[in-house]
């Protein structure tokens, strides 16, 4: 089978930019260089990755754990079924982060609520050098994924991986800085009839009834584990953002407020606990 023949079958049942890059990932080979050598025959044991994938993808799974990886804030990560595919909103919680970042102290304690594949975790590690972060999931095989790209990345020894319920998983005493979190936030009967999101872990993103439920404990529970005047941000689904604020508001945060993605649609809720007399940078 040439390259031009495999791009072919694949855009047939894939569509082209998706074939496109199932055959670079099997076949290990750059876009340039498959489309310079539309002749060239693909070696058979790349036409097998890429009849697999390309099955494994006509299936509904998503391109992302097909391909096993996929970039967060331009870094490749490591990606498959133990965690949640990094959307490109959750790019809002590190840009707030990195903004809020020169406020705060030399050393500080960043916590990742719910870290998934460990993306908010490990670009944070690299963007906040000073920073010491400790990463919590409920799912162990989440955390495994995790350490696995903090490794790739340098950063393994930064960050402290735990298990466990919110913030039953910390350490007694810490008190972080900065509490970040992408919760699971879509309601139950949404999620049961999103064929989109049936192969990722139902844990990531499962939030009760009306979405709300892990929203509803971040917010009451993680005023205890800051600073006086640290901060939460929480990415939130679309349409959630103003009962949210509307939660922190009643919970006793200060300066709540939220941050948009392109389009201007408020995907992160920030708040910050009462006590500093300091004033809100920028
Ligand atoms: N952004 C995801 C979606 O709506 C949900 C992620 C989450 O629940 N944290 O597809």
Redesign the pocket.
Known sequence: MTVGEALAAGTRRVGRREAALLLQHAARRSALELVTRLDAAVPPRSVGRFLRGLDRRAAGEPLQYVLGEWEFWSLPLRVDRRA?VP?P?TELLVEEALRLAPGLPKRPVLVDMGTGSGCLAVVLARELPAARILAVDLSAPALDLARANARRHGTGRRITFLRGDLFAALPAGVAADLILS?????PSGELAAARE?AAEPAL??D?GPDGLALLRRLAREAVDRLVPGGYLLL?V?DGQAERVCRLLAQGGWEEVGTVGDLAGTPRVVRGRRPGSGAGWPG
């Not at 992408?182 to 879509?186: E, I, K, Q, R, S």
Request: hydrophobic residues 35%; glycine residues 14%; proline residues 14%.
């Open positions: 949640l959307r909103e992408n919760p699971p936030y879509v999101l990531a993103l939030g990415e689904g």
